[in-house]
C-alpha cells in the first residue's frame, strides 16, 4: 500500500525566514496531495492541496509543487509568522481507496520571533 | 460555515469496557471516515464508509471496531472491548463527492483514555 515519508522532523525557523517541508511517496497511482496543518489539541486544517494535473499551487504565503515522475511534493511557507507554529502533516490519497488519506509523520515548526 | 461535530471531547475507560464515539458529518457529505492518532504520531486511516457500508478499512481495525450510521446524521465509532493500546484521539472526517481529490474535513476529535 501506499507509504508516505515526511522530512524534516522538526523545523525551527526566524520570522520573516521562508520554510519548505517535502515528502515522497511510494503509489505512482496517487493523485490528490493534501496538506494539513494541526495546532496543539486541535483538528487537522487543511491549508493547500494539489491534484496530479498540477505542478504547482500557490495561495498567499503558501505553496506547494508536486513532481510525480520523481514522486515527492513540497510545501514552501514564505515570510513566516509566529502563528504558522504548528505541526504540518503532508497525506497522499491513492487510487481506489475512496479517498482514504494515508499521512506522513508530521513536522513541527517553530517559528521564532 | 459547517463543520463536522463529534462527542464526547474526552472519553475515559476501563480496559475490556465498550465505548462508543459520535460524529455529525457535514449534512451533504456521502462519504464518512475515521482516523486515530496515537499522541505524538501521525494520523492513521481506520475505515472509510459511504452507502450504508464500510468501502475500506485498514489493518488497524480489527472485529473489535465496528462503525454505524443509525439514522440521518450521526456516524459511530464502536470499540467492542477496548484495550490499553486504544487510547488516542479519534477524529471523524467527512467529503461530499467520491471522486478522487475531495477535501476531508475533520471533526474536532475524541480523545479515549483506556486506564
Known amino acids: 500500500g501506499e507509504n508516505v515519508e515526511q522530512h524534516p522532523s522538526t523545523l525551527s525557523v526566524q520570522e520573516g525566514d521562508s520554510a519548505v517541508i517535502k515528502c515522497t511517496y511510494s503509489?505512482?497511482?496517487?493523485?490528490?496531495f493534501p496538506w494539513y496543518k494541526q495546532e496543539l489539541g486541535k483538528r487537522p486544517q487543511l491549508i493547500i492541496d494539489i491534484r496530479s494535473n498540477v505542478g504547482e499551487k500557490k495561495d498567499q504565503r503558501i505553496a506547494v509543487t508536486l513532481n510525480k515522475t520523481a514522486k515527492h511534493f513540497s510545501l514552501h511557507i514564505t515570510e513566516t509568522q509566529p502563528e504558522d507554529s504548528a505541526v504540518y502533516f503532508c497525506a497522499a490519497s491513492p487510487s481506489g481507496g475512496y479517498n482514504k488519506l494515508i499521512f506522513g509523520a508530521g513536522t513541527r515548526l517553530a517559528v521564532h520571533p | 460555515e459547517p463543520e463536522v461535530t463529534q462527542t464526547p471531547s474526552h472519553q475515559v475507560t476501563q480496559m475490556g469496557q465498550e465505548v462508543i464515539l459520535r460524529c455529525v458529518p457535514i449534512?451533504?457529505?456521502?462519504?464518512f471516515y475515521w482516523y486515530r492518532q496515537i499522541l505524538g504520531q501521525k494520523v492513521e486511516f481506520l475505515v472509510s464508509f459511504y452507502n450504508n457500508e464500510i468501502s475500506e478499512k485498514s489493518e488497524i481495525f480489527d472485529d473489535q471496531f465496528s462503525v454505524e450510521r443509525p439514522d440521518g446524521s450521526n456516524f459511530t465509532l464502536k470499540i467492542r472491548s477496548t484495550k490499553l493500546e486504544d487510547s488516542a484521539m479519534y477524529f471523524c472526517?467527512?467529503?461530499?463527492?467520491?471522486?478522487?481529490?475531495?477535501?476531508?474535513?475533520f471533526g474536532p476529535g475524541t480523545r479515549l483514555t483506556v486506564t
Open positions: 449534512s451533504n457529505h456521502l462519504y
Open positions: 472526517a467527512s467529503s461530499d463527492a467520491g471522486l478522487e481529490g475531495n477535501e476531508q474535513y
Open positions: 503509489d505512482s497511482a496517487s493523485n490528490y
